[in-house]
């Protein structure tokens, strides 16, 4: 095999590498997604079973305004409540940065390459940028995905310890009341 075949068959397995990994960094999105989608599920079946059947307002009021309830059972009351709340509202604001709509990097205008090919030398041209494509649009896509991975991490952290904290307020609103 002369010199421009090997540097061809390297290009085409580098092309292929790097395609790979366009598509790995594609169904982790679509993964992270997913994740999220769960959480979101999990985040209603909380705030509509605790927060809604257990501590309903009516009850959370009664804390309040119940004369056998010391100040001090009003303020831990009160505050498990609100720390649940917070938690709960900060795993939906988390978990919606994850699903709102990331500008992911296509790997070309099929139009501007057309143009752009026509100009080249050779094959080893066009491999060559389009590895160079792929580079550019894997870095920025994993950047993206590093980032939704972060938020869903984050949302999970408050997901559980609103949940926790949403339990614990149930079963002290009723020791309290």
Do not use: H
């Not at 509202?89 to 143009?115: G, Q």
């Not at 994993?142 to 904290?165: D, P, Q, V």
Request: proline share 1%.
């Amino acid at each position: 095999m002369d010199k421009q075949g090997e540097a061809k068959d390297l290009l085409i397995r580098q092309y292929d590498y790097f395609q790979y990994l366009f598509e790995q960094e594609q169904k982790r999105a679509a993964s992270i997604v997913g994740g999220a989608k769960v959480y979101i599920a999990f985040l209603v079946f909380i705030l509509g079973s605790i927060l809604l059947k257990v501590l309903t307002a009516d009850k959370i009021l009664l804390i309040f305004a119940s004369s056998t309830t010391g100040l001090t059972e009003k303020i831990i009351g009160g505050s498990i409540i609100l720390a649940a709340v917070a938690a709960l509202t900060a795993a939906v604001a988390f978990t919606i940065l994850v699903l709102k709509v990331w500008s992911y990097d296509r790997l070309c205008d099929p139009i501007e390459r057309f143009k752009e090919t026509l100009g080249m030398k050779n094959e080893l041209e066009v491999l060559s940028k389009s590895i160079s494509d792929f580079a550019i649009a894997i870095s920025r896509n994993n950047r993206i995905n590093n980032a939704r991975a972060e938020y869903l991490t984050r949302g999970l952290n408050y997901l559980l310890a609103g949940s926790i904290l949403a339990i614990v307020a149930a079963f002290t609103l009723n020791l309290i009341v």
